[in-house]
C-alpha cells in the first residue's frame, strides 16, 4: 500500500521559514517524479515545485522561484521543500503526490499517489 505523509506544516510570520517533508512507503521515490501542490480556500490546487528524482531536475512555479527549494533524500525515501521568505499568500494546504516519469512533471495531472497534506498559515 502507497503511503506519502507530509510533515512541517505550521503557522509563520511573512518572512519566515518552513521545511515540508513527504516520507513515502510502499513506493520508491527514486527515479520518479514528486511533486508539490498547494490549494487554498476557493482555489484550485496548483503546482508549486516538482523534481525528477532520477537526475535530480526540478521545476519551481514563477511565484516562488528564488524563495522555495525541493530536494531528495534516497536513503529515507523523503522529499523535501524548504521555504523561504514565506509571504501571506503562500497560505494554503500543500501535498506532496508522485508519478512515474523520466523528466520532472510540473502538470498537476497524472500524479498517481497524494497525501494528505500539511498546512502553511503565514501572517502579515
Known amino acids: 500500500q502507497v503511503q506519502l505523509v507530509e510533515s512541517g506544516g505550521g503557522s509563520v510570520q511573512a518572512g519566515g521559514s518552513l521545511r515540508l517533508s513527504c516520507a513515502a512507503s510502499g513506493y520508491t521515490l527514486s527515479r520518479n517524479c514528486i511533486g508539490w501542490f498547494r490549494q487554498a480556500p476557493g482555489k484550485e490546487r496548483e503546482g508549486v515545485a516538482a523534481?525528477?528524482?532520477?537526475?535530480?531536475?526540478?521545476y519551481y512555479a514563477d511565484s516562488v522561484k528564488g524563495r522555495f527549494t525541493i530536494s531528495q533524500d534516497n536513503a529515507k525515501n523523503t522529499v523535501y521543500l524548504q521555504m523561504n521568505s514565506l509571504k501571506p499568500e503562500d497560505t494554503a494546504m500543500y501535498y506532496c503526490a508522485v508519478r512515474p516519469c523520466v523528466r520532472v512533471v510540473p502538470e498537476i495531472s497524472g500524479y498517481k499517489y497524494w497525501g494528505q497534506g500539511t498546512q502553511v498559515t503565514v501572517s502579515s
Open positions: 523534481i525528477y528524482t532520477g537526475v535530480g531536475s526540478t
